[in-house]
């Protein structure tokens, strides 16, 4: 069986006797995975990437890429390339000369050379641009010059912090689609962090997210936002409800309202303070008279803001529970709106919910 890609054990990093920066980190990225690491700033991500590219080393545990511990060999005797968010191109070289430049550093063979920047300059669709400036190129175009730039060194495992950053939002997106194609064309073990959870669930096959050191859930997209772990990843993945309930003993729970609604099945336990966690996609508003699909939960509420997004709809409702409640609906032909003041029942399947802890 072939060796994951990376593998972290136990990967621990402090800073003097205070700041641990990362905390007892185990996780394992797979061969040909795009892989991203998502957090707020300060959770760990970059110092994770920076451990892996050799840029700093664990206090303890271990890193192995492709089954190869790497201690503490430097980034240049490592299997990855990074690229960062600060392009870094030579103004004065144009695109082929930029993407040679680390091979021509390390004395290989010009026809090699010649060879290697042809083929990535084909693999991120530049290979008409070859001669021109960093300066003639749009900042997409200057994000593929540094991609092309690390891939020529054929690395194992290509790291990836934040390389989007500095885009403005439309190209950010349209490059989103255009690295995780890239990274299908190329068959390399992607690495990517961000602090942007679009980004990730865009790109990523899985997704591990990452707060005050600590990795806190990894899974493929579906899972991480259909099915958060944790209280903290359900608020910082996606526009949630949280709400705390306390489970009534018969699968069901109590709002603070009084309201009793029904839960995912399986749900067992009584006089429980917990939290639902409800998206707002997946709550609809009906009229006063209007028939509910059947088993679906059903809750008194008064509208008292709505706000027009273009493509959705997004309400602010009132339920008696001491916090509002967001729903989002799909602007879409048919559709009733409600007016503020107006009064109406929240409704939403018992298996739309998940129930978190802290």
């Not at 949630?240 to 709002?255: E, F, K, Y």
């Not at 917990?274 to 707002?280: S, V």
Request: with cysteine; proline share 4%; net charge negative.
């Amino acid at each position: 069986m072939a060796n994951p890609a990376v593998e972290l054990a136990g990967v621990t990093k402090r800073f003097g006797d205070e700041v641990v920066a990362v905390n007892e980190l185990d996780l394992t990225i797979e061969d040909g995975e795009f892989f991203s690491l998502l957090g707020p700033s300060g959770c760990g991500k970059t110092t994770t990437l920076r451990m892996i590219a050799g840029f700093e080393f664990p206090t303890e545990g271990s890193i192995r890429i492709h089954g190869k511990e790497m201690g503490l060999k430097p980034p240049n005797q490592r299997p990855v390339n990074t690229v960062f968010q600060s392009y870094a191109l030579f103004p004065h070289m144009s695109v082929a000369e930029n993407v040679a430049f680390g091979l021509n550093m390390t004395k290989v063979e010009k026809s090699e050379v010649q060879r290697r920047v042809s083929r990535v300059l084909d693999q991120v669709q530049l290979s008409k641009r070859a001669d021109a400036r960093p300066s003639q190129l749009s900042g997409g175009m200057q994000q593929r010059v540094a991609l092309a730039r690390a891939l020529v060194n054929e690395p194992e495992v290509l790291l990836l912090d934040e390389p989007l950053g500095a885009l403005d939002l439309k190209l950010r997106q349209a490059m989103q689609v255009e690295l995780k194609d890239l990274q299908g064309r190329v068959g390399i073990t992607f690495i990517y962090v961000t602090h942007d959870q679009e980004e990730a669930l865009t790109m990523s096959d899985r997704i591990g997210v990452m707060n005050e050191g600590s990795l806190l859930q990894v899974g493929r997209s579906e899972e991480i936002y259909e099915h958060p772990a944790s209280r903290f990843v359900a608020d910082f993945i996606g526009d949630i409800n949280l709400i705390d309930v306390t489970l009534n003993g018969s699968g069901g729970a109590r709002l603070s309202s009084g309201a009793e609604i029904a839960l995912p099945g399986g749900t067992t336990g009584s006089e429980t303070q917990i939290t639902l966690a409800l998206r707002p996609e997946r709550l609809a508003l009906y009229d006063l008279d209007e028939e509910i699909p059947a088993g679906y939960n059903r809750v008194r509420v008064k509208v008292s803001r709505r706000l027009y997004y273009g493509d959705v709809h997004f309400y602010d409702v009132d339920a008696g529970i001491g916090t509002e409640i967001e729903v989002k609906e799909e602007n879409r032909p048919g559709v009733e709106l409600y007016e503020v003041g107006e009064e109406a029942y929240l409704a939403w399947s018992p298996e739309a919910a998940n129930l978190v802890t802290s």
